[in-house]
């Protein structure tokens, strides 16, 4: 069956350093993938977009890869603040027009 | 003011009892989605739909309906069927055209069953 896989451990992580979250995949061939932020008690928030013909990915201090071959992708948070404390969700979509299918989120804690 | 508005925040329902959830969009997205989430745990598709007047099952839509009669409306009734109804549940809403499914999530409403 398919299966999207984030880590369900927290990541506890000292502020300036470099967060990296993992997304593991079976039996999926997604188009694409998704990155959200979600905070206590609200709705997810879009940060990142990934094609599948796509290596790496930048927004700001954010970097999201994308590897078909070994059905992973990362995304780091680098110069990580307190702020960015938060649990980030990844989504993959076969193609456009489907629906998304969500992992079960890695929460980051970032200590000052 | 654009975006996704769902109400009540909070809403507490007796065993027995259907309650609907309300989620309303200013967007003018063709597609939208009621989600479900658990502690600790990410979220699941209840139902989809993108037209109005038409709408899909998702993973786990047992115990629950919905309707679509208007484009900026998807309000999601939880039945007595539904055995364990207590999560916190998120509507949201894509534009289907563009860039991909993209989803638009509004701020949640917490259902507990007394």
């Known amino acids: 069956s398919q299966k999207i896989e984030q880590n369900s451990e927290a990541l506890n992580i000292q502020e300036g350093k470099t967060a990296t979250l993992t997304c593991n995949y079976t039996?999926?061939?997604?188009?694409?993938l998704q990155w959200y932020r979600q905070d206590p008690g609200r709705g997810p928030v879009f940060l990142l977009l990934?094609?599948?013909?796509?290596k790496e990915k930048r927004k700001e201090r954010l970097k999201v890869t994308f590897d078909t071959t070994l059905k992973q992708s990362l995304f780091h948070i680098t110069a990580s603040q307190p702020a960015d404390s938060a649990t980030y969700l990844c989504?993959?979509?076969?193609?456009?027009?489907?629906?998304?299918?969500f992992g079960g989120g890695t929460r980051v804690l970032v200590k000052p | 003011d654009g975006g996704i508005t769902q109400s009540p925040k909070y809403l507490f329902r007796k065993e027995g009892q259907n309650v609907t959830l309300s989620c309303e969009q200013n967007?003018?997205?063709?597609?939208m989605y009621w989600y479900r989430q658990d502690p600790g745990q990410g979220l699941r598709l209840i139902y989809y739909?993108?037209?109005?007047?038409?709408?899909q099952k998702g993973d786990i839509a047992e115990g629950y309906s919905v309707s679509r009669e208007k484009k900026e409306s998807f309000p999601l009734t939880v039945t007595s069927a539904q055995k364990n109804p207590t999560a916190f549940y998120l509507c949201?809403?894509?534009?289907?055209?563009?860039?991909?499914?993209?989803?638009?999530f509004g701020p949640g409403t917490r259902l507990t069953v007394l």
């Open positions: 990934i094609r599948e013909n796509e």
């Open positions: 739909s993108q037209i109005v007047n038409d709408f």
């Open positions: 949201a809403s894509s534009i289907l055209q563009g860039s991909p499914d993209t989803q638009y």
């Open positions: 989504a993959l979509i076969k193609a456009a027009g489907n629906k998304l299918t």
């Open positions: 967007l003018n997205h063709d597609a």
């Open positions: 039996n999926y061939s997604p188009a694409y």
